[in-house]
């Protein structure tokens, strides 16, 4: 069974920045791969950003293109979240996830992931 731990989650003002971090016990192979996950209130489960471990593919939700940065440490085994230019819109319980299959790429598609972590939540006030 394959565990992840989210971190970096809080209560902050819309325009600053966090940072989430999530730590899986899976394997960091370089062609599995490393999803964020939201959900606002009332809203489904909504991509966010993914990436392989070999850090050759990314892929991001259009809301957060340039303002949100996924990165890995494969030493690590963690994927971290960076969170720029924050806005009220953002706020939500912050889920990671992985796919741990061969020659995987990121998916906006929830159920082509096999582990969830419990989340995060993100509170931006404007």
């Known amino acids: 069974q394959v565990q992840l731990v989210e971190s970096g989650g809080g209560l902050v003002q819309a325009g600053v920045s966090l940072r989430l971090s999530c730590t899986t016990s899976?394997?960091?192979?370089?062609?599995?791969?490393m999803g964020w996950f939201r959900q606002a209130p009332g809203k489904e489960r909504e991509f966010v950003a993914g990436?392989?471990?070999?850090?050759?593919?990314?892929h991001y939700a259009d809301s957060v293109k340039g303002r949100f940065t996924i990165s890995g440490d494969n030493a690590k085994n963690t994927v971290y979240l960076q969170m720029n230019n924050l806005k009220p819109e953002d706020t939500a319980i912050y889920y990671c996830?992985?796919?741990?299959?061969?020659?995987?790429?990121?998916?906006?598609?929830?159920?082509?992931?096999?582990?969830w972590g419990q989340g995060t939540q993100v509170t931006v006030s404007s």
């Open positions: 990436i392989r471990w070999a850090g050759d593919i990314t």
């Open positions: 899976g394997p960091s192979f370089s062609s599995y791969v």
């Open positions: 996830t992985t796919r741990i299959r061969w020659g995987s790429r990121p998916t906006e598609d929830p159920e082509a992931y096999d582990y």
